[in-house]
C-alpha cells in the first residue's frame, strides 16, 4: 500500500529546519585559553549607542576590564529585571575575570561582543554580523567564546 | 545562535548557556549546557556569586567534554526568578 497519493502535496505547516552541524575541535586545555563573551542579551557600555528595541542587526564591543555600573541592557525581547540586578546573570564578566585570575582559563579576551537577539534581519545577521564578529575574534586571537542566549 | 554558528565556522570553539535548550536546539547550537534558569538570568541568579561561577566553570569544562555537535548538556543549578 502506497501512502502517497497525490504527487507534489505537501503539508501547508511550517516546519523548521535544523541547518547543518558546525563544530570547532578544542586544541588546547582551559588553562591556556583567552575567552572572550559573546552575548545576543543587549549588554553596552552606558556610553555607546542602545540597541533598537524593535530590531536591530548592529553590534556592540565591551572591554574585557569593563566595571559593573558601566554597563546596561537595551533588549526588549526579554525581562530584563534580574539582569538590571546584576549584569552578571547575563553577561558573567566579573566571574569570568575571577577565572582568568584563579588561572582557571588563562585570560579574558581585549574585547566581548554583543547584540540584540529575538528579532531583527536574519539575513543581515548571517551575512555581516556573524562573520564581522568572528573576524574581531580571530584578529584578537579568542581561543573559545562563551555564549548567553536563547 | 546565527552568531553562534558564524564563530564556530572560522574555527573558534564555541559554547551557548541557554534558558531554552529546544530553541538553541532547532537552531543547530554546536554546544550548550542549559541550568534551569528563566531567560534572562541564563549565567545565574543575580548576586549569587556561588552559582555564577559554578556555572561558568561548568560551561567552560563542557567546551572540552562535548564531542559532538548539537549536544546540549543540563547543569545542576537553579533558580526561580521572584519578579
Given amino acids: 500500500m502506497s501512502l502517497k497519493k497525490i504527487d507534489g502535496l505537501q503539508s501547508e505547516i511550517f516546519v523548521p529546519i535544523t541547518p547543518k552541524p558546525v563544530f570547532a575541535k578544542v586544541t588546547k586545555p582551559l588553562n591556556e585559553m583567552t575567552v572572550a563573551i559573546v552575548t545576543a542579551a543587549g549588554v553596552h557600555l552606558k556610553t555607546d549607542t542602545p540597541f533598537n528595541l524593535a530590531g536591530d542587526t548592529s553590534y556592540r564591543a565591551v572591554p574585557g576590564t569593563a566595571k559593573d555600573e558601566e554597563l546596561m541592557v537595551s533588549h526588549g525581547g526579554y525581562d530584563n529585571t534580574d539582569v538590571n540586578r546584576d549584569i552578571n546573570s547575563m553577561f558573567p564578566i566579573d566571574r569570568l575575570r ?6 582557571f582559563i588563562k585570560a579574558v579576551a581585549p574585547s566581548m561582543y554583543t547584540c540584540m537577539g529575538g528579532g531583527g534581519d536574519v539575513k543581515v545577521f548571517t551575512e555581516k554580523t556573524g562573520p564581522e564578529i568572528a573576524q574581531k575574534l580571530l584578529d584578537e586571537k579568542v581561543d573559545a567564546v562563551v555564549m548567553t542566549a536563547g | 545562535m546565527i552568531v553562534q554558528r558564524a564563530i564556530e565556522s572560522v574555527g573558534i570553539p564555541t559554547i551557548i548557556i541557554a534558558a531554552l535548550p529546544p530553541v538553541v536546539r532547532q537552531q543547530g547550537t554546536p554546544r550548550a549546557v542549559a541550568p534551569r534558569v528563566p531567560m ?41 526568578a521572584q519578579i
Avoid at chain 1, 575571577?98 to 588561572?103: M, T
Wanted: net charge negative; no cysteine; hydrophobic share 30%.
Fill in chain 1, 98 to 103: 575571577e577565572l582568568a585570575d584563579e588561572g
Fill in chain 2, 40 to 80: 534572562g538570568a541564563n549565567a545565574g541568579e543575580p548576586h549569587n556569586v556561588e552559582m555564577q561561577t559554578g556555572i561558568l566553570k561548568d560551561t567552560l569544562e563542557q567546551l572540552e567534554e562535548i564531542d559532538q555537535p548539537g549536544k546540549i548538556v543540563e547543569l545542576p543549578y537553579e533558580y526561580i
